[in-house]
T-cell receptor, first 114, second 114 residues
Framework: AQSVTQLGSHVSVSEGALVLLRCNYS??????LFWYVQYPNQGLQLLLK??????LVKGINGFEAEFKKSETSFHLTKPSAHMSDAAEYFC????????????FGAGTRLFVKA | NAGVTQTPKFQVLKTGQSMTLQCAQD?????MYWYRQDPGMGLRLIYY???????DKGEVPNGYNVSRLNKREFSLRLESAAPSQTSVYFC?????????????FGPGTRLTVL
């Protein structure tokens, strides 16, 4: 069975500071890993995904994540936070058979202080 | 290209009432999903349809039914609403060039059951 753990339900950073959102997963098969972002009163949209190949994945809006198999982690980072990054972020894992087995983490709300 | 659309955006029901949430996608995706989002619990899969003509239960199907009307449309029905079904409901679809694991989400329906 697959599972996803996001460490910290709330993270607060100052504008211009490093953003680090943590995600650990468990999977008995090679996983596909995703980060989605949800802005207030909107649906989720894909930030980035890891399927195969390069373990450092770059996404939209300057975000990136690194797949570390030995640590079963897929942490999301951004070097410099912007006010517009304030949102909720979801890590998700699926196996390679189909999206209907996608498991979402509980989410981390990012606050950005001026 | 509207992506995934959902109606209604908001709904208030009394306990025992019924209603149908509508979802449509224009991306020619084979797979469609219904999730509910509750604070601190991420997204939980209610039902999914891997392809037109098929539907399957997800993690939390009790109290819900679905219909895959055609390739574009996937509806969710609450036959007798309960306060525990107060939630935000998201429809999603996947398939096509992005692959089956990347999901595209609608804007959500915010449902309150009194």
């Amino acid at each position: 069975a697959q599972s996803v753990t996001q460490l910290g339900s709330h993270v607060s950073v100052s504008e211009g500071a490093l953003v680090l959102l943590r995600c650990n997963y468990s999977s008995s098969v090679p996983p596909y890993l995703f980060w989605y972002v949800q802005y207030p009163n909107q649906g989720l949209q894909l930030l980035l995904k890891y399927t195969t190949g390069a373990t450092l994945v770059k996404g939209i809006n300057g975000f990136e994540a690194e797949f570390k198999k030995s640590e079963t982690s897929f942490h999301l980072t951004k070097p410099s936070a912007h006010m517009s990054d304030a949102a909720e972020y979801f890590c998700a894992v699926s196996d390679q058979d189909g999206g209907f087995k996608t498991i979402f983490g509980a989410g981390t709300r990012l606050f950005v202080k001026a | 290209n509207a992506g995934v659309t959902q109606t209604p955006k908001f709904q208030v029901l009394k306990t025992g009432q019924s209603m149908t949430l509508q979802c449509a996608q224009d991306m020619n995706h084979n797979s469609m999903y219904w999730y509910r989002q509750d604070p601190g619990m991420g997204l939980r899969l209610i039902y999914y349809s891997a392809s037109e003509g098929t539907t399957d239960k997800g993690e939390v199907p009790n109290g819900y039914n679905v219909s895959r009307l055609n390739k574009r449309e996937f509806s969710l029905r609450l036959e007798s609403a309960a306060p525990s079904q107060t939630s935000v409901y998201f429809c999603a679809s996947s398939g096509g060039r992005a692959g089956y694991n990347e999901q595209f989400f609608g804007p959500g329906t915010r449902l309150t059951v009194l």
